[in-house]
């Protein structure tokens, strides 16, 4: 949790905080896309994490990526922006969040994979082989990635 997080917990305890995400559609050669299982949840998406205050998006999904995966993310273009209903959430130690998702993609990356404290296991997936349970916050992105939809997206 970044310190923006945790000073503003103080104030507002479990009630909603509006939070920014950053987070990178990464493409291998063969057209798979790298999802993460996360060891908290156990649940899969993509790589990323929430802005911090004075930084770019753009600078906030290069730091998360590389600290999540190992790799250094190159040419990025922006493939959507998300909010709505589907942002809200409210976590088992019952803080509430309403996240924006500023989504990146690339085919573009160097470095090798390597999991971090927050990745239980790193992984290249086909469009037909995505796991049955998806983060349910970043299954719109991810879904629009497997039917192609037109970047980017506003939604």
Known sequence: MNDYVKTMRKFIGQETLLTVGCGAIIEDEQGRILLQQ????GIWGIPGGLLELGET???AVLREVLEETGLSLNKLELFGIYSGVKGFSKYSNGDQVFSVQIIFHTTDYTGIL???NESKELSFLHQNELPENINPHQSPFILDWVNGVQAPIIK
């Open 114 to 116: 390597k999991p971090n």
């Open 57 to 59: 998006f753009e600078e």
């Open 38 to 41: 996360r060891t908290d949840y």
